[in-house]
T-cell receptor
Framework: GQNIDQPTEMTATEGAIVQINCTYQ??????LFWYQQHAGEAPTFLSY????GLEEKGRFSSFLSRSKGYSYLLLKELQMKDSASYLC?????????????FGRGTSLIVHP | DTGVSQDPRHKITKRGQNVTFRCDPI?????LYWYRQTLGQGPEFLTY????????KSRLLSDRFSAERPKGSFSTLEIQRTEQGDSAMYLC??????????????FGSGTQLSVL
């Protein structure tokens, strides 16, 4: 079966750094995405990795190791507005195409 | 670019009734997805369209669910004979797949369905 795992909840302090991990055991892989979702809102795109290594974009970075089935999202200089759910999604093969398939999400709480 | 829009934002219905939701994707996007999300979970794939063709449906999707995208633009999702377990947020997303690896999804705000 397809399995995408993330911690359910994390807490961190404003100004700190937090790392949110995602592991996957899947048959097939064609890229991994991170999305941010504030409560009651739609998910919004944060990052995309298809090759191994680190992708940096401002305060957010995402890392991928395909051999380990592992990714993380790194958030630096945390702000209160970063309190949200962070969704890991893997593009999985299905019927000749690829379907973005989501983990359950990690709820991040940033406190003062 | 007005983004992905969904209508209605909220729907309350009685068990056994039929409901229909609409999604208008970003105009040049060729792919359209429907997902369902419950509290504390990630979006669960339901079905997707490439232009007007429905290419994949989740095996979890019962025959009470049907979706259309008649002209390759807007899409509708209909649930017949609703059950309380259908209560969820129904999310629509669209993407442009010229670059088939980096498929960035743009989500609508969703339709929150409550079945009483």
């Amino acid at each position: 079966g397809q399995n995408i795992d993330q911690p359910t909840e994390m807490t961190a302090t404003e100004g700190a750094i937090v790392q949110i991990n995602c592991t996957y055991q899947t048959s097939g892989f064609n890229g991994l995405f991170w999305y941010q979702q504030h409560a009651g809102e739609a998910p919004t795109f944060l990052s995309y990795n298809v090759l191994d290594g680190l992708e940096e974009k401002g305060r957010f970075s995402s890392f991928l190791s395909r051999s380990k089935g592992y990714s993380y999202l790194l958030l630096k200089e945390l702000q209160m507005k970063d309190s949200a759910s962070y969704l890991c999604a893997v593009r999985l093969p299905s019927g000749g195409s690829y379907i973005p398939t989501f983990g359950r999400g990690t709820s991040l709480i940033v406190h003062p | 670019d007005t983004g992905v829009s969904q209508d209605p934002r909220h729907k309350i219905t009685k068990r056994g009734q039929n409901v229909t939701f609409r999604c208008d994707p970003i105009s040049e996007h060729n792919r359209l997805y429907w997902y369902r999300q419950t509290l504390g979970q990630g979006p669960e794939f339901l079905t997707y369209f490439q232009n007007e063709a429905q290419l994949e449906k989740s095996r979890l999707l019962s025959d009470r669910f049907s979706a259309e995208r008649p002209k390759g633009s807007f899409s509708t999702l209909e649930i017949q004979r609703t059950e309380q377990g259908d209560s969820a947020m129904y999310l629509c997303a669209s993407s442009l797949t010229w670059d088939t690896n980096n498929e960035k999804l743009f989500f609508g705000s969703g339709t929150q369905l409550s079945v009483l």
